[in-house]
C-alpha cells in the first residue's frame, strides 16, 4: 500500500509516523500525483502542535504537507489541461503532500520547468508564493535600500533574490556561515546578533526603506528603530506585532495560486532563482526532517523525498 505521513493527537515530533494508506482517487477537478519531492514549512509544525487549532482544526488521523512536485498519475473528470505523465509542481490546502501519493486540484499545479530537479520543484511553492507576497507588500522597487532578516532561510533565500530582481539594493540579516552565498546572490550580508542595529546602519549608508522580517524575535520593533514606515515593514512570522505596531502581515496565502507559481517556476527553470535544497530526507525519517527544521539554521529549504 502507499504511504503517507500521519499523525493521531497534536504533539511534538514524536506523534509523527508513516502510516500505510489506501491509494487515494481523484474527484472532478482534481488529479492524482505521484510525489517525488514534497517540502516542509515552519507552518506544518506549528499546526501539527495545536497552535492553530482555533483556526485551521485537525481530523484525526491528520496528514501534512502543502509543497509537492510529482507526476500526474490519475486524471478526475474536468482536467482537460493536464495528462496522465505530465511533471508538474504545486500545493495542495489539504494537509497532504507528505506521502507517496496525493490528490490535487488541478488548478493548483503548473508545469515543472525541465531544468528544475524534483527537489527545488517541491520545495517551491509556499516558499516561493510566501517571498513574493512579502516583496510585493512593502513595494520594494529599484533604488530601494531592504532589509531582510533571515536572509538565508526557507523563505528569506527567495526574498532577496526576488527583491534583488527588482533593482534594490538588499541587506540580509544571517549568520556568518551564510554570508558566502548572500554575497554570491549580490546581498550585502550583515551578521544578526548585538550591534545589528548598527551594522545595518553602516551597510545602508543612509535610510532603510523597507524591511522583510521571516525570522520574528524582535525585527519588527528593529525596523521601526531603523526609522522604516510601518507601511513598508512586512512579517511572515511574528503576528503578536503585527497587532500591536499595524504592520504587514502578508504571506503565502496573498499569492498562492497557479499564476505567481508559473512565475516562480518559470525564474527557477531559468536559474534566474535559485531554489536551496539544505537536506534531503526519505518519507520514513519524516522526525529527523523536522528535528532539523526545529534549529532553524538550515540554507533554504528541506524536502522529503518519498
Do not use: C
Not at 488529479?31 to 483556526?55: M, S
Not at 509556499?126 to 533571515?150: C, F, K, M, Q
Not at 532561510?153 to 554570508?179: C, D, F, M, R
Not at 522583510?212 to 522604516?228: F, K, P, Q, S
Amino acid at each position: 500500500m502507499p504511504q503517507a505521513v500521519r499523525y493521531s493527537e497534536h504533539g511534538g515530533i514524536d506523534v509523527l509516523r508513516v502510516a500505510d494508506v489506501p491509494r487515494p482517487h481523484p474527484g472532478p477537478g482534481e488529479v492524482l500525483v505521484e510525489v517525488k519531492a514534497a517540502g516542509i514549512n515552519p507552518g506544518e509544525a506549528a499546526i501539527r502542535e495545536g497552535a492553530f487549532a482555533g483556526q485551521w482544526p485537525s481530523t484525526f488521523p491528520s496528514g501534512q504537507g502543502s509543497d509537492l512536485a510529482g507526476v500526474v498519475a490519475e486524471l478526475g473528470p474536468g482536467t482537460e489541461d493536464i495528462q496522465v505523465g505530465d511533471e508538474v509542481l504545486g500545493f495542495v490546502d489539504t494537509r497532504a503532500s507528505h506521502a507517496e501519493y496525493v490528490v490535487a486540484e488541478a488548478a493548483k499545479l503548473v508545469p515543472k520547468p525541465s531544468g528544475l530537479s524534483w527537489e527545488a520543484a517541491g520545495a517551491l511553492a509556499v516558499a516561493g508564493t510566501t517571498a513574493y507576497a512579502a516583496v510585493r507588500a512593502v513595494g520594494v522597487r529599484e533604488g530601494d535600500i531592504l532589509v531582510v532578516s533571515g536572509a538565508a532561510g526557507g523563505v528569506g533565500s527567495l526574498t532577496v533574490q526576488l527583491a534583488k530582481l527588482t533593482g534594490a539594493t538588499v541587506i540580509g540579516l544571517a549568520s556568518e556561515a551564510n554570508h558566502a552565498w548572500l554575497r554570491e546572490q549580490d546581498v550585502i550580508p550583515v551578521a544578526y546578533g548585538e550591534g545589528v542595529e548598527e551594522r545595518i546602519r553602516v551597510a545602508a549608508d543612509g535610510e532603510v526603506d523597507s524591511f522583510i522580517d521571516t525570522y520574528g524575535d524582535g525585527y519588527v520593533e528593529l525596523a521601526l528603530r531603523l526609522g522604516v514606515y510601518t507601511g513598508r515593514i512586512n512579517t511572515v512570522i511574528d503576528f503578536a506585532a503585527v497587532e500591536k505596531y499595524r504592520v504587514k502581515a502578508e504571506g503565502n496565502a496573498a499569492a498562492a495560486n497557479a499564476e505567481v507559481l508559473r512565475d516562480l517556476a518559470a525564474l527557477a527553470g531559468k536559474g534566474l532563482l535559485e531554489v536551496p535544497v539544505a537536506a534531503v530526507y526519505p518519507l520514513a525519517q519524516v522526525q529527523d526532517a523536522f528535528r532539523e527544521l526545529e534549529r532553524r539554521h538550515t540554507r533554504g529549504k528541506l524536502v522529503l523525498k518519498p
